[in-house]
Each structure stands twice: as C-alpha cells, then as structure tokens.
C-alpha cells in the first residue's frame, strides 16, 4: 500500500504543469476526397482545433503520449465555406513523443491524420509550436466519414501537410507577423509570391492565413502589387526594401488597416 502511495505522488509530481490556458492547433496541407458528396481534388485545407493547457498523459511502455480534447473544431476545403465540425464522437489532438508524431484522432475509428518530425519528441502540446512541415503525413486511410455542417468529410490522399500550436488561441491583442512570408513558413523567398498570388487568383486553392504578411509593400491592400514589390525586394538591389516586421516576427508599425492575421509562425 505505501508502495503505491509513493508511485502515485512520483506520477503526480512528474506530471505536466497545468495552466487551462486556451490553445489552438492548426493543420493545414492539400487533400483530395469528398464532402457531402462532392468531391475535391488537390484543394488546400485548414483544420482549426481549440483545447486548453489542461492536459492528461498516459505512459505506454518508454511512450510519453498527451493528449488534448478538442473543444470546438472547423473545416475548410478549397472554395467550401468554413464549417463546424462535430465532436461527438470525441476528437483529441495527440503527442507521441516516442515516435516523434503528432496528429489528430477521434474515440471511434482511430488516427485520422498524423505528421511526423524529430521536433515532435518532445512536445507535450501546452506550448505554441510551429509550423512543422510534413510531405507525406500518416494514418490517412483512416480519414473517413468525418461528421460536419456541410455533410461527411473523407480524404483520400494528403499531401504538404502543416502542423502549428498557438498558446492563447489565434489571434490575440497583439498579432506579430512577418511581412512578405505569405506561405507561413517562417522564411522569405519566391514561394511566398507564388501564395500570394494563390490566394489571390488560385480559386480557394490557398487561402491565406495572415493577410499582414501578404501585405509586402504596407499600403493596407493585398492585390497584386504585393507579389511584384515582394519580388523585385528579393532580386533587385536598387529596389525598396521590405516594410518591417520583415526581419524577424514584429507587430505592425503602420497598423492603421484592417488587416488581421489569423495565423502563421509568429506568435507573441
């Protein structure tokens, strides 16, 4: 009996520190599928999960695995509108830090999409991380019957996935971006003005996540100017520099728009 007792107060001692803070997780990639019957083909995808710092672990073996209950969830496929999806039955983010893998699973019917990365060993989910890119991510074969406002959801194939945790949920009092990264992925360069204009002339197939970072020449407008000025910055000597926040994540000095930022790897 003492025996137990000690091994109780090790686990309670070892345990994670609680905080019952908001956080945000994030998927993104491309996918292929259908949705209320309809069917999608290479559309880009967000996943948006909302759960708190409150978290449990459990130990399988030499396995660390925490997991997350999601409180709300949404879905938004190519030109789709966004839509809730359903909880029940219950969906949980999860962190396998002996297998270095993170991903999304529900109560009934296992995995439905998993990304692996060596940034992953030791992440236990209460902290913001981000974006951890993944080409090829797991377990989605099992990425069926989805239940959402717009009718059940199943991919077939995902590809280029994202994976990206903010503490204190999207989008706080004070947003930091870096301007001109308009793919999210934390660097500048030519990908960047292909996602601009993507988003912007793409049909849904990229939807853009932070419309301050896109907003390169700082007029308060992303349009087509954007990916120019973005551009002739990166192979143009003589050309403008990029406004700031561009070398490294900042807030806006010129925030007098309606830009918001509802994403991306910035996080105060």
């Known amino acids: 009996m003492r025996m137990m007792i000690m091994i109780g107060l090790l686990?309670?001692?070892?345990?994670?520190?609680?905080?019952?803070e908001t956080i945000d997780y994030v998927i993104t990639g491309t996918g292929s599928g259908f949705i209320g019957g309809t069917t999608f083909s290479g559309a880009h995808f967000i996943i948006t999960l909302t759960a708190d710092t409150n978290i449990g672990s459990s130990i399988t073996g030499t396995?660390?695995?925490?997991?997350?209950?999601?409180?709300?969830?949404?879905?938004?496929?190519?030109?789709?509108?966004?839509?809730?999806?359903?909880?029940?039955?219950?969906?949980?983010?999860?962190?396998n830090q002996g297998s270095q893998v993170v991903g999304l699973n529900r109560f009934v019917g296992g995995d439905l999409i998993t990304l692996s990365d060596p940034a992953f060993a030791n992440y236990d989910l209460d902290t913001s991380?981000?974006?951890?890119?993944?080409?090829?991510?797991?377990?989605?074969?099992q990425f069926t019957n989805l239940a959402t406002d717009l009718g059940s959801v199943t991919m077939t194939q995902v590809v280029d996935a994202y994976?990206?945790?903010?503490?204190?949920?999207?989008?706080?009092?004070?947003?930091?971006?870096?301007?001109?990264?308009?793919?999210g992925d934390g660097s500048i360069n030519v990908a960047d003005a292909i996602a601009i204009l993507l988003g912007l002339f793409g049909q849904g197939s990229f939807p853009i996540l932070c419309m301050d970072a896109t907003d390169v020449n700082d007029d308060g407008t992303g349009d087509l100017a954007d990916a120019v000025y973005l551009l002739s910055a990166l192979f143009n000597s003589s050309a403008?520099?990029?406004?700031?926040?561009s070398a490294s994540c900042g807030v806006d000095p010129t925030d007098t728009d309606s830009l918001d930022c509802a994403a991306g790897p910035c996080v105060p």
């Open 129 to 141: 991380i981000g974006p951890i890119f993944d080409p090829q991510p797991g377990a989605i074969f």
């Open 163 to 183: 994976f990206q945790a903010f503490l204190g949920g999207i989008g706080g009092s004070v947003e930091e971006f870096l301007r001109g990264d308009g793919n």
């Open 63 to 95: 396995w660390t695995i925490f997991t997350a209950p999601v409180s709300a969830a949404t879905l938004e496929i190519g030109n789709f509108p966004l839509t809730n999806i359903a909880l029940i039955p219950t969906l949980a983010v999860f962190s």
């Open 240 to 245: 403008s520099a990029i406004p700031e926040p």
């Open 11 to 20: 686990l309670v001692l070892s345990a994670p520190t609680l905080r019952g």
